[in-house]
């Protein structure tokens, strides 16, 4: 099967992003602002330090929508608040939910711009699955998001708007302290999270303050296809939970699935995710794996795959591949995976299966794909300059 793939193209420059437009209203958009933002815009009214911290704790640990509910401020200053700021969150553009309960969300930013979010829940936790970039530039042959050009980054009020929005779902402003439907956050959603890395690591410090969303960075895993440069800042910075796409055992392979490969190889990938700090055993590194028929399922690969992550505390994640139309392959078959487990848990790793969910809907892993190339395609004078 992998003869008939045809290899990716070079690497395309990346681009920056471009900021998102105000909103329709004039309004700027507090979502998104950090506490040295908020301060900037009291100093700028001539209003006391406090009133930033009191308007960070109505927006992140209470979720308001309306100033009027601002009750330990003057009803002047809730006006003038009013005249200048909102606190939006990203339109929904449709919700779909699955037979299993996952809910999907295509979420359509002021540009006409598309991207999908997903809540997965489970029986002890429930999962929101947060997108980077419109599209994505990694082209990775196994997935559906990869198919779809990247347009621009999310920028901060894009990220924790999605947050938000499930917060609101779900009435979890600040939530109750058992029996939580929204307890973890995986940025493996559209796109390359490291490529769009300072607009995602200030939303998700946002994310974790303890006096605003407080969401724990050991409930936050942040995947990469293998950036492997901005690993070690990525833990520095924010000491998240790490997940690494590898899907393969030998570059020849994995330069074809995960083209980005090509310029950052496994020798190079390991190397980052060895220096990874706070990894140990208590923070062990998850190796997501997508199990392809005859492609990179053999009990060869998993022999390979253990000596090549030896020494790194890890789990592995094995996903059956989710079908998506037009896909090159097909899904590895259950005796296969087991087989592949099975050498991997001998070896001492924790090798979970990952159950499908959201297929019917087209939420599954690797199966993200908003609808915003159909609207490119209506203007494609837009995208002559591109």
Known sequence: MLDDIVPPPQLAPFKEALPAPQSPDGRANLIGLSREELGAIFAEMGEPAFRARQLWGWIYCKGARDFADMTDMSKKLRAKLETRYAMRRPPVSRLQESVDGTKKWLLRFDDGQEIETVHIPEEDRGTLCVSSQVGCTLTCKFCHTGTQRLVRNLTVEEIVGQVALAKDTFGEWPGPETGRKFTNIVMMGMGEPLFNYENVARALKIVMDPDGMAVSRRKITLSTSGVAPMIRRCGEDLRVMLAISLHAVTDELRDVLVPLNRKYPIAELLE?????????????????????????????????LVKLIAGIPAKINLIPFNAWPGAPFECSTPEAIERFAQIVNDAGYPSPVRKPRGSDIFAACGQLKSASERQRKSQPAADAGD
């Open 272 to 304: 980052a995710c060895r220096g990874y700090p706070t990894l140990s055993n208590a923070r062990r590194i998850t190796f997501e794996y997508v199990m392809l028929k005859g492609v990179n399922d053999s009990p060869a690969d998993a022999r390979a």
